[in-house]
């Protein structure tokens, strides 16, 4: 799930938001404010309902960033490593930089997840029962049980069996030890996600149709979700096992034209960009590293009198982790992403030095003769 918006790095892994966090933290503060706090303490000026709606819906997602974090430590501790942490609608994705190496490793990143939201539940719980003790403010007590309850409700349904849930990976890691075969698991666990989320959706259509709940619509959008990135993570498999042992360095193309940082707009169309067969190029600074990428896109929309002006790192779009990688990464995960740019499926990085470039369509024609072939199958 590509990040919409970056929050910055906890213990050097990126952490970012899906667009859909937005959508949880605003039904959060309706239902704290409009509802949960008035039943609480009625008669309250709106403003203080709003601010402790706020405040909560806050220490929600700081809730499904615990959760998420979770997994990623568990993750380090199997000597998995974390290329990034993107929190979404139902609480986020750790991006592993390969599978785990055990259905039980498997299994206990899965679960940490959930037993952090259990623990958070807890505190919250326990919080609201300690206000309420010491004679501290009603609204807060309330705002904290009320908090303590959904991380609870988080954590079972996120133990619900279909990928991309929590659940999924548990069902994945007892797959995988009774079949010994981690792609079959996989897609297993994928379709059982497309599965849940039909069924939830339609549970919300029904809602709807028959009973008149205007809630539904939730049940549908969550629904929704689910499915499409338990189908995404089916493609990713596919993928994965059709490319099985293909490394980043195998489809890679070696030594891309980069765009110097401190170029002109007009002098690298002149010199490079008019005559080269790339139309993505990462923009590298004084030195060397990766600063973002140009592409001819770009250039092109650039007004022939201000390309004189213009220097390519003032116009240079960042590049998001999941579209790093390493020469030795396996290639399968890269074949379900969305086209950077149109065209690079990643950018690879040696001791921090643009050394290629993974296009799409070379990628894509790889797998195609794979599973022509039947290699990796």
């Known amino acids: 799930m590509r990040q919409s918006v970056r929050l910055g790095r906890v213990a050097g892994i990126p952490v970012g938001a899906h667009w859909s966090v937005a959508v949880i933290l605003a039904i959060i503060t309706e239902v704290l404010g409009l509802s949960v706090l008035p039943a609480a303490l009625p008669h309250q000026p709106a403003a203080v309902y709003w601010g402790v709606a706020v405040a909560g819906a806050v220490a ?32 986020g994705i750790a991006e592993l930089e390969g599978d785990p190496p055990s259905p039980g490793a498997d299994l206990r990143i899965a679960l940490a997840g959930p037993v952090t939201s259990l623990l958070a539940g807890g505190i919250f719980v326990g919080a609201a029962a300690l206000i309420g003790y010491a004679g501290g403010p009603k609204m807060g007590a309330a705002a904290a049980a009320w908090l303590g309850v959904m991380n609870a409700v988080l954590a079972v349904f996120n133990l619900l ?19 010994s075969n981690w792609g079959r698991a996989e897609r297993a666990a994928a379709q ?39 189908s995404a993570e089916q493609n990713a498999a596919a993928a994965t096992t059709a490319l099985a042992g293909v490394r980043v360095a195998d489809v890679m193309i070696t030594h891309p034209e980069p765009a110097p940082g401190w170029a002109t707009a007009a002098g690298f169309i002149d010199q490079v960009a008019a005559h080269s067969a790339q139309s993505v190029f990462p923009v590298v600074g004084f030195d060397g590293q990766l600063a973002g990428i140009v592409t001819a896109g770009q250039l092109a929309r650039i007004p022939p009198g201000q390309r004189a002006e213009t220097r390519l790192d003032q116009i240079a779009t960042p590049v998001p982790p999941e579209y790093l990688a390493a020469p030795d990464d396996p290639a399968g995960p890269l074949a379900a992403r969305r086209p950077l740019g149109g065209e690079i499926a990643a950018i690879v990085l040696t001791h921090d030095r643009v050394t290629g470039l993974v296009r799409a369509a070379d990628l894509q024609r790889m797998l195609r003769c794979r599973r022509l072939t039947g290699a990796g199958v």
């Open 60 to 91: 929600f997602l700081a809730s499904l960033a615990a959760h998420e974090f979770a997994h990623a430590i568990v993750a380090r501790r199997n000597g998995v490593g974390v290329r990034s942490v993107t929190l979404w609608m139902l609480g």
């Open 192 to 230: 059982s996600g497309r599965v849940l989320g039909a069924a939830i959706a339609g549970l919300g259509l029904a809602e709807i149709l028959f009973a008149g709940l205007v809630n539904g619509l939730w049940l549908m959008l969550i629904g929704w979700f689910l499915a499409s990135a338990a």
């Open 161 to 179: 069996p279909g990928a991309p849930l929590d659940g999924g990976r548990v069902l994945r890691a007892v797959l995988w030890h009774r079949w």
